[in-house]
C-alpha cells in the first residue's frame, strides 16, 4: 500500500495503463509490506521506513495498519488505521482503501508477484499516486528492474519516484 492511502478519483493527464492483475488471492496478499519507492504526496511527506500490515477480518473487510517515521529512520514514528474492501470482481486486483470516515480511494494492484507474492505495484485511478512494495526491506535487483520496466511501459514516470530509507 501501500500506504497512507488518500487517494483521490482525478483524472489522468496522460493515458496510463492502470490494468489491474487479473487475480488476487486477498488471503496470500494480508501481512506485512515495505514501501520500496513512491510517488511523493502530502500524506507521506518526509516519511521513511516506510510500512503496511494488512489483516483480514472476519466479515471480509481488510484492517490496513500505516507506519512510518518523520524524517529519518529515528523520527518519531507514525501510525495511521483504516480500512479496505475489495472492488466488484473479487478475483481481480482491485481494492478500495478508507482512512476517513467512509470515503474510499481506489487501490489497483497493478503488477504482483504471482508465485510468491515477495512485490506488487500499486496505483490508483490517477498518475499521481505509485508505490513499489516488497516483502522485505530490500528487493531482489531482477524483481525491481522487472518493476521499473513495467512502470514505463504503462506510461508513468521512473524519474518521479522517491526512494523510502529502510532498515
Not at 487475480?23 to 507521506?44: C, K, P, T
Request: aromatic share 14%; hydrophobic share 35%.
Amino acid at each position: 500500500m501501500g500506504v497512507f492511502l488518500a487517494l483521490s478519483g482525478c483524472s489522468t493527464s496522460h493515458h496510463i495503463d492502470e490494468t489491474t492483475v487479473p487475480n488476487l488471492d486477498v488471503n496470500r496478499y494480508m501481512g506485512r509490506w515495505y514501501e520500496i519507492a513512491r510517488y511523493q504526496h502530502s500524506f507521506e511527506k518526509d516519511l521513511e521506513g516506510v510500512q503496511a500490515f494488512y489483516t483480514l477480518q472476519d466479515n471480509g473487510m481488510i484492517k490496513v495498519e500505516n507506519s512510518g517515521y518523520k524524517d529519518s529512520l529515528g523520527g518519531k514514528y507514525k501510525e495511521i488505521v483504516g480500512k479496505a474492501r475489495q472492488k466488484k470482481d473479487a478475483s481481480a486486483g482491485e481494492l478500495e482503501v478508507s482512512f476517513f470516515l467512509f470515503f474510499y480511494s481506489d487501490y489497483k494492484i497493478l503488477e504482483l508477484d504471482t508465485v510468491n507474492y515477495n512485490y506488487a505495484l500499486v496505483g490508483s485511478s490517477s498518475d499521481k499516486y505509485l508505490w513499489i512494495l516488497s516483502r522485505t526491506p530490500q528487493m531482489k535487483p531482477e524483481d525491481l528492474d522487472f518493476l521499473l520496466t513495467r512502470i514505463a511501459e504503462r506510461g508513468y514516470s521512473v524519474d518521479n519516484l522517491y526512494w523510502v530509507n529502510q532498515p
